[in-house]
């Protein structure tokens, strides 16, 4: 990408400059309003309106990689890679009705503390330590990398280093003084630049090529169908389950992103908030995934599918507006950042420190803010090493197939069958890291196991596989195993009198009802599936 091609004008810097400066003092503002507890500054008062918590889900979840990744992503593959996006619309309609609940009833402060409450200290602490990892490793270095690259790029003052450098800073000095209720309004503001920008860029893009009709003309029949066969290299149609493992683990219970639905305002407002994300999700469609096409067709020689967004954007975008969508990037990579820092600062301050030391809400505070700084400073150093092994970047989506199904397996089947005990649970996330990793590193990282003969399987197959065996795991070692009786379950297992309250009386306003909600993302969902068959 040559600085000539990609030229931004003093009205772009201006707008961009115009928008961190905006960001910072709004951090600055929430910092000298919120009262300093620490339910203000890790979970906003436990006081978010529907709103808020769905923009910010959204946004959040279009990370600057995804941003430029899903373009990229229907540039090489098609408009099989929106499998991706309806999928979190069901788990979206799944985690309302089923998992928040229980969560909200908890009063749980991170996700993994509801294992604790459901099983024992065991699994939080080790299903704890994992996503701080995650954190560290794949969601702030990913987010980092993806934004320092395409910043680089395209100034041409800044080189890799300095551009993450900048980043990190800007995102961690609002995060560290604002906590969750900065990062929400900052997120939602984030949402609704991404969505103006994209919805501009495809608009230009469509006028571009000719109109809807000229859209699918002379693209590559297999690059215009949601569902592949069987032996599909990039997402077979037996794999579909995995994508929603996957879902499953991203939307429910990944601290990162359910951290928003916890510091729901009550139980209603955070299960509209998390349908209104699952409307969210599906113009994606039109907003990352068809330009993916466009691209395809404007510049077919590209030599790298990543390249579809910024080119699209500096080729197509008048000046002003080249800004606007720079902006919407940076916002893009700055809420994944955000969120990941506060949850990273979140699980050690109420996983570890508060539950072993006794410390005052004013220290954990402190304490969260010394995490989050941490955070930062090691994404900024880790992040311009992922340029060494992009590849392996792609890998670490893949990873996450042979490790997250275990642990989706001891929630899911927590909720429902009351039986299971703290044993089962701790053994079958041990399973997911002792079997995953190895298993992981041998067939997508060094190519072992193409060399012994042993059968391709798609890593998406291989969740189904993983959360077989935990099944398995979790209920044999359960059952043979006998634990002492957990006092408050029924706050914790699914509660199948309440959801028929909720989901067989009409609510007022009508607007604001539940069902109503559910039912017509579930006739929309179908609808775009149905369309792309």
């Known amino acids: 990408m040559g600085d000539a091609k990609f030229d931004l004008h003093w009205i772009d810097y201006a707008i961009v ?29 436990r006081s978010l309106p529907w709103y808020l918590i769905g923009f910010s889900l959204f946004a959040s979840n279009m990370s600057g990689s995804s941003f430029v990744g899903l373009m990229g992503g ?6 099989v890679i929106f499998n991706y996006e309806w999928t979190a619309a069901l788990v979206l309609i799944l ?7 229980s969560f909200l009833r908890a009063k749980i402060s991170t996700v993994p503390e509801f294992l604790e409450e459901r099983y024992d200290v065991r699994s939080r602490r080790a299903f704890s330590i994992f996503t701080i990892l995650a954190i560290l490793f794949i969601d702030t270095a990913g987010a980092l990398y993806a934004g320092g690259l395409v910043i680089s790029n395209v100034t041409g003052y800044l080189n890799l280093w300095s551009a993450v450098a900048v980043l990190a800073l800007v995102a961690g000095i609002y995060t560290i003084l604002g906590g969750l209720s900065a990062v929400v309004v900052t997120d939602t503001v984030q949402a609704i630049l991404l969505i103006i920008g994209a919805a501009i860029l495809f608009w230009i893009g469509l006028d571009e090529i000719g109109g809807w009709k000229q859209l699918f003309i002379d693209v590559p029949e297999e690059k215009t169908k949601l569902i592949l066969p069987a032996n599909d290299d990039f997402l077979p149609w037996t794999g579909l389950w995995g994508v929603v493992l996957l879902g499953f683990y991203y939307w429910t219970i990944n601290q990162f992103v359910v951290q928003r639905t916890l510091g729901a305002k009550n139980l209603k407002e955070g299960q509209i908030g998390a349908l209104f994300a699952g409307f969210l999700k599906l113009p994606n469609l039109f907003l990352m995934i068809l330009p993916g096409l466009i691209a395809l067709k404007l510049y077919p020689e590209l ?30 990579i700055m809420s994944s950042l955000d969120s990941a820092m506060n949850s990273a600062s979140t699980l050690v301050v109420k996983d570890f420190v508060e539950p072993i030391w006794n410390v005052s809400e004013e220290r954990q505070v402190w304490l969260g803010r010394i ?30 197939s042979y490790i997250i199904p275990t642990i989706v397996v001891v929630y899911i089947l927590g909720l429902f069958i009351p039986w299971l005990n703290g044993n089962g649970a701790f053994w079958t996330i041990i399973l997911g890291l002792v079997v995953g990793i190895p298993l992981f590193i041998l067939k997508e990282v060094t190519g072992i196991w193409a060399n012994l003969g042993l059968p391709e399987i798609h890593y998406t197959i291989m969740s189904t596989i993983m ?33 028929r309250k909720v989901f067989t009386e009409w609510e007022s306003p009508l607007w604001q009802d539940r069902t109503l909600w559910a039912g017509l993302l579930i006739l929309s969902t179908a609808g775009f599936v149905i369309w792309f068959w």
């Open 17 to 45: 400059v115009v928008y961190f400066i905006g960001v910072i003092a709004h951090g600055i503002y929430i910092s000298r309003k919120s009262g300093g507890g620490s339910d203000d500054y890790f979970l906003a008062g």
């Open 74 to 79: 229907a540039y090489a593959n098609g408009v």
């Open 95 to 101: 985690f309302a009705i089923f998992v928040l609940p």
């Open 303 to 332: 030599e790298t599918p990543d390249l579809a967004f910024p080119t699209l954007a500096f080729e197509l975008m008048p000046i002003g507006l080249r800004g606007l969508i720079m902006a919407a990037l940076i916002a893009a």
């Open 371 to 400: 995490v989050t700084g941490v955070v930062m400073v090691f994404g900024a150093i880790y992040a311009p090493s992922i340029a060494g092994f992009e590849s392996l970047f792609s890998y670490f989506q893949s990873s996450l």
């Open 467 to 499: 959360m077989l065996l935990g099944i398995a795991t979790h209920m044999g070692i359960s059952a043979m195993t006998s634990a002492e009786e957990k006092e408050n379950l029924d706050d914790l297992v699914w509660s199948g009198s309440e959801a």
